[in-house]
């Protein structure tokens, strides 16, 4: 056999379909999936702090409404006013919120919002009367309105570029923030009932979280949350039951943070220490079916998951209404953290499939179910009782259901699985 040998090589470059490339270190599958992995993991990291943000900043005032009424001498009536002033904010900031996306994007909306909501959390600690109170509460809706819906633009940027699941577990963060703010809540009561310390503890910690935030948040939207063209369209049917179900959804979780507390010490008669656990009870709950709520989405359907958690909660709490009791009422609760707690990860999901502006659209309803459930609970609490006002809720959970049948769900796709290194 001979062998032909080539010819030596002149000075002139090789083309380059014959030059030898390098192996880069990260150009093989494994070192490609576990670069995707990091990299999702940081985004998704920072991404799940600003959802821990909006649960602890609206925890931590929500645990101590029941000082707020004290210090402002306000009726349940005027409680409810307060809470309708926040719910009055995020109505008026769908248009500005439009405006802004297209503007600022979700990355640099969702950070200004977060400064914006750690400098409210510090003025309700000093509001020296009822109106300059009411003007604190329409600001702070209007923030956690651009939050939502820039946060839950980047959540599902997030799912659209590395195709995983992951909204669930970022809500799941939400609740994480409530749980950890009624447990500060509870601890700094049993010390001090100052609200100024209590706050500044607070916004300590948000300030935290903005920082930790920041570095990985994703620059630009993908096309799925693509900034919005800052036109207004009317909604389709579809969109429409979506956004009615939203409301709903957010009101029973709105109501239950804010009127749990008044709850257990109004109708129970439970001690003040105990009153912050009602909050506690159903964000628990609630954050540990949001770790496994994505896997439960792939194998069962969104249109499942939202009809069984929503029959749950109903049930679970009209039974603890029905009952009465600490230890009761608290299983009610968590009934309700237990059912509702992938009920807005679907309708989400569900929206941000119908484009830019029908997640900002379902945003800013849920948005608006969260901050105005509670006043209109408040007001029927003020014109019967309290009880009736969580009957309304369980009803809620009930209406939730019926949404949802007048909807056409697809099956979430089975999460990506990412090799590891042996």
């Known amino acids: 056999m001979v062998v032909q040998r080539l010819p030596p ?108 909501m750690t400098l409210v959390l510090l003025s309700l600690a000093v509001v020296p009367n009822q109106p300059i109170a009411l003007a604190v509460m329409l600001i702070d809706g209007v923030l956690v309105a651009c939050l939502n819906v820039a946060m839950n633009a980047q959540g599902t940027a997030l799912e659209v570029k590395y195709e995983r699941n992951t909204m669930a577990k970022l809500h799941a963060t939400f609740s994480g923030g409530i749980f950890v703010a009624a447990l500060l809540a509870s601890g700094v009561t049993a010390v001090t009932t100052n609200l100024l310390t209590h706050f500044i503890i607070g916004a300590a910690v948000l300030v935290a979280l903005i920082v930790f935030a920041s570095g990985g948040l994703l620059p630009t939207d993908l096309p799925a949350t693509e900034k919005a063209k800052g036109k207004l369209t009317i909604p389709t049917g579809t969109i429409a039951w979506l956004a009615v179900a939203m409301v709903f959804g957010t009101v029973v979780e709105g109501a239950m943070n804010d009127w749990s507390a008044l709850y257990l010490r109004d109708i129970i008669g439970a001690p003040p220490a105990v009153l912050p656990l009602g909050i506690a009870v159903v964000s628990a709950t609630m954050l540990i079916t949001r770790l496994f709520a994505d896997a439960r989405r792939a194998a069962w359907g969104d249109r499942q998951v939202v009809l069984a958690g929503s029959a749950i909660a109903g049930t679970g709490l009209a039974l603890a209404l029905l009952i009465g009791g600490l230890v009761p009422t608290l299983i009610g609760f968590a009934c309700v953290g237990l059912g509702m707690a992938a009920v807005t990860p679907c309708l989400y999901a569900a929206a941000a499939k119908q484009g830019p502006n029908a997640l900002t659209l379902v945003a800013t309803m849920g948005t608006l179910g969260l901050l105005a459930g509670p006043p209109a609970i408040g007001a029927l609490t003020n014109a019967t009782t309290l009880l009736y006002g969580m009957a309304a809720v369980a009803l809620s959970a009930y209406l939730v259901t019926a949404c949802t049948t007048q909807l056409t769900w697809t099956k979430s796709p089975t999460p990506t699985p990412v090799p590891t290194p042996d």
């Open 9 to 116: 090589r002149s000075g002139r470059p090789r083309p380059h379909w014959l030059r030898r490339r390098r192996a880069l270190p990260d150009q093989g599958p494994l070192e490609r999936a576990l670069r995707m992995r990091d990299e999702f993991r940081r985004s998704q990291l920072s991404i799940a702090a600003l959802f821990g943000f909006l649960g602890f900043q609206y925890s931590t005032w929500a645990a101590r409404i029941p000082m707020l009424k004290s210090s402002l001498d306000l009726s349940a009536a005027e409680v409810g006013f307060l809470l309708l002033a926040t719910g009055i904010g995020a109505a008026i900031a769908f248009p500005i919120i439009t405006f802004l996306m297209t503007r600022l994007g979700s990355r640099r909306l969702a950070l200004l919002a977060c400064l914006g």
